[in-house]
């Protein structure tokens, strides 16, 4: 089967990580017999350079036109005099508005071999972690209406039966391909739009009797996930609370240059990206960490194609390098062998 993905390299290390990203998958679409048929285009402080814009029109037809995106990182101290409406990062904005994506899907997986990096105790950590949060994304507070009156300010929380019912249902089917267990998260002790919340997602889980779903108040799920994180496999939660809780249980694996992320709507179109910027710092040295994007590849394969049998080999291949040893920069640790950029895709493949 031929599958279209639009690749977004985009600026800083996003281009040397993609590179090894697309490295992997096409290897995977050899072993595997898949055609993966890829159009490399320009968005963020590259476009402003070439076209005077961070996403021009033809970016984003060609991402509506393929099946998937792939997208590396945007930004950088060049661009950050301009003024925010023409900044690389509103890229990101006109992508997601562009491409209908309602729903953020940010995995907090720790390997055991970096159970070091994580900031809580080994005992909490136990055999790793790996939990799913799935953050409404165009909806609730931040899209609201806000205002000021005279010496007030007003920001409103509104979600519909459908904008609810749509991320609940994306929430559930992770679920099913995962451990079957989904954490609602709201405060609905006090907040009326979290009552609904909760109505819709108790509603829609009679379609659903094989997973097993519990309602949790924000303030508590907070606490729990530095509490007991294993007891989490999926989480969902309206806009703000994910936006809130998704970082944190990122922190909780200690090692940003290993989260993925991805961003869906409502057919099989997806942007998956890896949770890290453009590390001005480091671009162009070969320090970069590639493990976010190529597992973001992964989430592609599994999320929007279905193909979970690939996804599964490469999270495989990229554990096994850990277990041998390998490490960029961002995780290395005593006795470990350093690697950059394009050895650690190379060995991601072999592995494969
Ligand atoms: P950053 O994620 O780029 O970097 C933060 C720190 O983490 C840096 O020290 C960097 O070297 C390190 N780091 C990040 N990814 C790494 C990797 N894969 N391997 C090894 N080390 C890694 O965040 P920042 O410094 O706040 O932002 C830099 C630029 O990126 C800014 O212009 C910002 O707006 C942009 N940004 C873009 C995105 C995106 O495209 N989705 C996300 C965040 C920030």
Known sequence: ?????????????????????????????EKFGHIFELKEVDAGGCAIDKYGEPLP??????????????????????????????????????????LGLFANLRPAVLHSALKDASPLKPEIIGEGLDVMVVRELTGGIYFGERGRDNDSAFDTEKYSVGEIERIARVAFEIAMKRNKKLVSVDKANILESSRLWREVVTGLA?????????????????????KNPRQFDVIVTSNMFGDILSDEASMITGSIGMLPSASLGTGKLG???????????????DKANPIATIVSVAMMLRYSFNLGKEADAIERAVGNVLDKGYRTGDIMSKGMNLVGTREMGELIISEL
């Not at 590396?72 to 409406?85: C, E, N, Q, R």
């Not at 690389?88 to 992508?95: R, S, V, Y």
């Not at 942007?271 to 040295?285: F, L, N, R």
């Open 1 to 29: 089967m031929t599958y279209k993905i639009a690749v977004i390299p985009g600026d800083g290390i996003g281009r040397e990580v993609t590179e090894q990203a697309v490295n992997v998958l096409k290897a995977v679409g």
């Open 57 to 98: 029109a033809k970016t984003l037809e060609v991402c509506k036109n393929s099946d998937s995106v792939l997208l590396g990182a945007v930004g950088g101290p060049k661009w950050d005099t301009l003024p925010g409406s023409q900044r690389p990062e509103q890229a990101l904005l006109g992508l997601r508005k562009g």
């Open 206 to 226: 009679q379609e659903y009797p094989e997973v097993e779903v519990s309602h949790m108040y924000v303030d508590n799920a907070a606490m729990q996930l530095v």
């Open 271 to 285: 942007m998956y990206e890896p949770v890290h910027g453009s590390a001005p710092d480091i671009a162009g040295q």
